[in-house]
Structures are given as structure tokens and as C-alpha cells.
């Protein structure tokens, strides 16, 4: 069964505190992995894709990184601006219309 | 650009009541999907389609109904509303070209909360 599992649920941060959120799966042939940043009342907003393990992408203070069996998201130097939850989802190569999400982590950034 | 936009934004039913979601998106994208969220469980597909006049059943499919009669509109449907349908329901499209094809980026609402009392 295909399914995406993150950790931490709730991070708690101070500013410029550095941390990575982890985001494990399995799926049957993966096609891409995707993270997404939702604030409170609104809708998932794309960060990332990866397509292969050891793949990396950067943007600003976040890095996501790519192996066979989990993903994680660094952020260095977190400001309060970066609290949010963050979610992680996996596209199976069978389907490319169907898009498993984790249930997300909560970062709180406190300056 | 307005993007993707969901109506109502909130709206409390009772039991065995109807209702229809609307999504409405300007972007021209093909691909469209209704998900629901609830606490603990994340984002879960419900329905999609990949183009005006199709639809096709995700994950958690049993007692909604979709149309895409048109490209910019994709309608979920609830015939008759159960307290389990009470959850965060978001729409969310993806182009066939371009660079957020590449990328797979899917566009999502702001979502409508539902209440089924």
C-alpha cells in the first residue's frame, strides 16, 4: 500500500534554529516527491518536486533533499515567517493523476 | 490572476441534506482534483478528471459525485450529506505544459470548510 508517513507531527523552533523535517514512504515505483507549505486557512502552496534519489533542491532558507525511502527538509536559520505546515506527497509512476499526502509537520518559529 | 477559486468558503448542513461545491480555475489547466483534508490524515483524493467531460475516482471516492462539463469548472457534489463528510475540502489544478508541468506543481484553493451536523 502506497503511503507517506512525516515526523515530527510539531516542531517547535527557536529563530535561527536549524532542524530537518522527515518525510518517509512507500509507493510502487515513485515518479516524484513533492513539499508544500500550507498556512493556517488557506490552500497548500508548492516548495519542491524531486524526481531521484540524491537529487537536492534549494530555495531561500529551505533545502529538500531525495533517497530511496525518505526525503527531508532542512531549514536553516528558520525566521518567524517560516511557521507553517508543511506537507510531503508522493506521485506513484502508475498513476500520475493520484497524489499521496503525508499528514504534515506543524513548525512554530519563535523569534 | 485569480487562480483557483473554491465557493462557498463555509457552510454547515444537517444530515441527508445536498450541496454542491464549485472550483473554478482561470489557468487553462487540464487536470483537475478535489481533495479532502481532516486532522491527523492529510490531504486524500476524492475525484479528478484530466479533461472537460471526464472524471475518474480517487482514494476515498464513496458518496460524492463530480462533473467537468466545462474545462474552468469541476463540481463535487454531496447527495446526501453524513456527519463523516465533515472535513476540509480543498480543489487544486495542473497544466499539461509548461514548466510547472515539468515540475508537477498542482494549484490549490483556499479551500471550504464543511460542517454535518
Known amino acids: 500500500e502506497d503511503q507517506v508517513t512525516q515526523s515530527p507531527e510539531a516542531l517547535r523552533l527557536q529563530e535561527g534554529e536549524s532542524s530537518s523535517l522527515n518525510c518517509s514512504y512507500t509507493v510502487s515505483g515513485l515518479r516524484g516527491l513533492f513539499w508544500y507549505r500550507q498556512d493556517p486557512g488557506k490552500g497548500p502552496e508548492f516548495l519542491f518536486t524531486l524526481y531521484s534519489a540524491g537529487e537536492e533542491k534549494e530555495k531561500e532558507r529551505l533545502k529538500a533533499t531525495l533517497t530511496k525511502k525518505e526525503s527531508f527538509l532542512h531549514i536553516t536559520a528558520p525566521k518567524p515567517e517560516d511557521s507553517a505546515t508543511y506537507l510531503c506527497a508522493v506521485q506513484p509512476v502508475y498513476n500520475f493523476n493520484k497524489f499521496y499526502f503525508g499528514s504534515g509537520t506543524k513548525l512554530n518559529v519563535k523569534p | ?117
Open chain 2, 1 to 117: 490572476n485569480a487562480g483557483v477559486t473554491q465557493t462557498p468558503k463555509f457552510r454547515v448542513l444537517k444530515t441527508g441534506q445536498s450541496m454542491t461545491l464549485l472550483c473554478a480555475q482561470d489557468m487553462n489547466h487540464e487536470y483537475m482534483y478535489w481533495y479532502r483534508q481532516d486532522p491527523g490524515m492529510g490531504l486524500r483524493l476524492i475525484h479528478y478528471s484530466v479533461g472537460e467531460g471526464t472524471t475518474a475516482k480517487g482514494e476515498v471516492p464513496d458518496g460524492y459525485n463530480v462533473s467537468r462539463l466545462k474545462k474552468q469548472n469541476f463540481l463535487l457534489g454531496l447527495e446526501s450529506a453524513a456527519p463523516s463528510q465533515t472535513s476540509v475540502y480543498f480543489c487544486a489544478s495542473s497544466p499539461t505544459s509548461g514548466r510547472a508541468l515539468a515540475k508537477n506543481i498542482q494549484y490549490f484553493g483556499a479551500g471550504t470548510r464543511l460542517s454535518v451536523l
